[in-house]
């Protein structure tokens, strides 16, 4: 089994990120992290709020997420 993950993509709602050996579009690095293990805290606060309260009122919350994952190297659209 190939463990070689340079073609990594990962999907979540509501957007879709990228990972490549190269780095993202931004110039930033690889991610070091799988999507899913990316930023707890926002992850967290982000998804209780949609849960609770739906998603139209947790924009903040879901663009914080966004700016976090997009910090760790991941390529997620604005």
Do not use: W
């Amino acid at each position: 089994m190939n463990d070689d993950h340079a073609d990594l993509k990962t999907s979540s709602a509501p957007y879709r990120a990228e990972a490549s050996e190269a780095g993202n579009h931004d110039g930033n690095p690889k991610p070091k992290k799988k999507i899913c293990c990316a930023c707890p805290e926002t992850k967290q606060a982000r998804d209780s709020c949609i849960a609770e309260r739906g998603e139209e009122a947790c924009r903040d919350l879901i663009e914080a997420h966004k700016a976090c994952l997009r910090a760790e190297g991941f390529n997620v659209p604005l």
